[in-house]
């Protein structure tokens, strides 16, 4: 089979089709790499909000908070591996 | 030469003192500050990050809670709509793992909004202590916006209160016009607005003076 051949090949619906989910996988991937990014960015800005009151029982938050991070990261493995 | 009589000296009463005996004293016993406290007066175990040492703090003030009934009703429409939509329509084209990561992406995304409006609500206080004004806002996440005047500073203070629940549940806002800088500050829908107004006044005329 030359390029071209396989070129055309790679054109037919069936191969197009899979492309598309292997786009959509792309997006989730970077979705869940970006919401990670955002679990970060809340556990640092829970603590700077902390520190403006000093006193405020913010534990839960902080509980919460890296809990939050951990499941982004299990979700964002879990991404790589299922899709 | 012996003193004949000694006048006894005057207290110097602070308004943590005069608040003992006052029906401000009730409500302070009535909301002590708690995880989710909107109005605590006299809170002795929190601590502002500039707090000079002969500063204390008179009132701690958050909007009431029931101003975040809004995002907890799209929050729980949020979560219940892919329960619908999986009920009512078929999403067999979509690949298996897709529908999987794709329910747990939209949970996530309302896990995301809930927590950010929660913790927007927490964070954002109104401070008033002995010779300042604080106002802390949090609008999102990512922004901090830090107000203050000097008690002195304070030129005129209005409280508002309007609407069925407002009223119901006696909160609104309260209005501080300032001579300085920042032309007013605005604590925007905490309880009590008539008795923070009192406070305030107190402290302008001196009576709060430790």
């Known amino acids: 089979m030359t390029p071209f051949d396989q070129f055309i090949h790679s054109l037919s619906l069936n191969s197009f089709d899979s492309l598309i989910w292997v786009f959509i996988k792309i997006l989730f991937v970077i979705g869940f790499a970006l919401y990670l990014a955002f679990a970060v960015i809340v556990i640092r800005q829970v603590k700077i909000m902390g520190e403006v009151i000093e006193g405020l029982s913010i534990w839960p938050l902080r509980i919460l908070a890296w809990t939050h991070l951990l499941v982004a990261i299990l979700i964002f493995l879990l991404s790589l591996i299922v899709l | ?210």
């Not at chain 2, 008033?128 to 916006?145: A, H, M």
């Not at chain 2, 549940?169 to 107004?197: C, H, M, R, W």
């Open chain 2, 1 to 210: 030469m012996p003193d004949i009589f000694v006048r006894p000296q005057k207290e110097n009463k602070s308004l943590v003192e005069v608040s003992l005996d006052s029906p401000l004293e009730k409500i302070s016993l009535k909301h002590p500050l708690k995880f989710f406290s909107a109005f605590a007066l006299n809170p002795h175990q929190i601590r502002y990050e500039t707090q000079e040492s002969d500063e204390k703090i008179v009132l701690f003030l958050r909007r009431h809670f029931i101003t975040n009934l809004g995002w907890l009703i799209v929050s729980v429409c949020l979560f219940l709509l892919p329960l619908f939509v999986f009920s009512f329509s078929s999403l067999s084209f979509i690949p298996y793992a897709f529908r999987f990561m794709g329910l747990i992406a939209w949970y996530l995304l309302t896990f995301a909004f809930a927590f950010e409006r929660f913790i927007s609500w927490f964070f954002s206080v109104d401070i008033v202590t002995t010779q300042r004004i604080i106002d802390v806002s949090f609008p999102s996440i990512l922004y901090k916006d830090i107000s203050e005047t000097k008690i002195e500073h304070i030129q005129d203070i209005s409280s508002k209160t309007g609407g069925f629940i407002r009223s119901v549940l006696n909160y609104g806002d309260v209005l501080i016009q300032t001579a300085g800088t920042l032309p007013e500050l605005n604590f925007e829908a905490v309880p009590f607005p008539s008795k923070v107004t009192e406070i305030i006044n107190d402290l302008m005329s001196g009576k709060g003076e430790v």
